[in-house]
C-alpha cells in the first residue's frame, strides 16, 4: 500500500470514529438528562452509562493513534520504529496502519 492509501484509508476511519463519537455524545446526552426523572433505575442507567465511556474511552485512543500516524505520515516518519528508528515490518503495518513499534521493540 502506498503512503497516500494508508493516509486515505486512515482519515476514513478518522471520520467514521468521529461520527460514532457523536453519536455517543448524543446517548451520553439522554442518559444524563433522564437521571432526573428515574432515580428507580439508576442502577441500570450508570452502567448503560459506564458502557458508553468505555467505548468512548476506546474510540478516542483509536483517534488519538490515527492522529499520530497521520502526522508521522506529514514528517516522513511513517514505517519507521519509534523507539528503534529500523522499518516497520510490512506486516504489521497491514494488520495495524496506526502501528509505530517495529515486531522487536513491542515485545
Ligand atoms: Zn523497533
Redo the contacts with the bound molecule.
Keep these: 500500500m502506498s503512503l497516500e492509501e494508508v493516509k486515505e484509508k486512515l482519515i476514513k476511519e478518522k471520520e467514521e470514529l468521529e461520527l460514532i463519537l457523536s453519536e455517543i455524545d448524543k446517548e451520553l446526552n439522554k442518559v444524563k438528562e433522564s437521571d432526573e426523572f428515574e432515580a428507580s433505575d439508576m442502577a441500570e442507567k450508570f452502567e448503560e452509562k459506564q458502557d458508553f465511556y468505555s467505548k468512548k474511552e476506546v474510540i478516542l485512543k483509536r483517534l488519538d493513534d490515527i492522529q499520530r500516524a497521520l502526522k508521522r505520515i506529514d514528517e516522513g516518519t511513517y514505517g519507521i ?6 522499518k ?1 515490518e510490512e506486516v504489521r503495518l497491514k494488520i495495524d496502519p496506526t502501528t509505530d ?6 515485545s
Design positions: 520504529c519509534i523507539k528503534c528508528n529500523n516497520i513499534l517495529c515486531r522487536r521493540c513491542v
